[in-house]
């Protein structure tokens, strides 16, 4: 059975006051088993500054994307050996807000997610459907898309994280039913048993779209939610800490 992750995504927000905040979660983390995992994911003007307040820590540094080229003519872009100088040790690829604004696609975020393993990250993939796709009945074949295009076909299960996010339910405080999150995370977990046979298994699978304290208790409930890619809740100390808590307690820090 896969460990437990929370892992934060703050966005573009943040700025050198904020990693007291990176502080805060350091002094809060709880004690709890050795499978259970806590990162958060910066901006990467702060990544360098927050992976130096969290050394020595169980606290996790991340980056929010990464370029596929290890070098190059990219101006403006981070490429994923940048990220692990900086103190990186997870990177999120194929958010929907970058599949969304940025023109990514599944073929973009596999090679982000190869470049991530080649530097030696830990990639985030991120899937999801918008709400005509789940209106019209086609979040399972979206879904299957995603995962079939976004994963490396090198990768391996241990070495990957995959999150579901709903496009519908993300800054939006709509969260799917339990019962939506476990048939779309059931259907993740078939799709790597099928593709990886029973090495499958050990992938780590995050719910992403509006968990906060106040939910994160029935979502982590749910059969294959290994964790959660937290947004706005991971901005604050507090909230982010009492996902924590709460993660130890409902899953027994597996």
């Known amino acids: 059975m896969p460990g437990t992750l929370i892992a934060g995504n703050w966005k573009m927000h943040g700025f050198a006051a904020d990693l007291q905040q990176i502080r805060d979660i350091v002094a809060g983390l709880p004690a709890c088993g050795p499978r259970f995992e806590a990162l ?7 990544l360098s500054r927050a992976s130096e307040a969290a050394f020595g820590s169980r ?3 991340g980056g929010e994307t990464c370029h596929p080229a290890v070098t190059g003519a990219f101006t403006g872009d981070i490429s994923a050996e940048m990220l692990k100088d900086a103190g990186a040790s997870h990177v999120i690829v194929g958010h929907s807000e970058r599949r969304r604004y940025h023109g990514e696609s599944d073929e973009d975020v596999q090679a982000q ?5 080649e530097a030696g990250l830990i990639p985030i993939i991120c899937v999801g459907e918008t709400l005509d796709q789940r209106e019209s009945g086609a979040t399972l074949e979206v ?3 995603q995962v079939a295009g976004s994963v490396p076909s090198g990768a391996w299960p241990d070495g990957i994280v995959i999150a579901y996010e709903p496009v519908w339910a993300i800054g939006t ?15 993740i977990r078939n799709l790597l048993l099928e593709r990886f046979g ?3 298994a050990a992938t780590r699978l995050l719910y992403g ?6 939910n994160a208790e029935a979502i982590l409930q749910v ?4 964790g959660g890619l937290v947004g706005g809740a991971s901005l604050k100390a507090a909230d982010f800490l009492s996902i924590c808590r709460i993660a130890c307690g409902t899953r027994a820090g597996t």
């Open 223 to 226: 059969a294959h939610v290994n």
């Open 198 to 200: 029973q090495a499958g």
């Open 59 to 61: 606290l996790y540094i």
């Open 113 to 117: 997610a190869n470049a991530a393993i």
């Open 143 to 145: 879904i299957s898309r």
């Open 173 to 187: 405080g709509r969260v799917a039913l339990p019962e939506q999150i476990g048939e779309v995370h059931l259907f």
């Open 209 to 214: 779209g509006s968990m906060s304290p106040a």
């Open 40 to 46: 958060i994911c910066v901006p990467a003007t702060l």
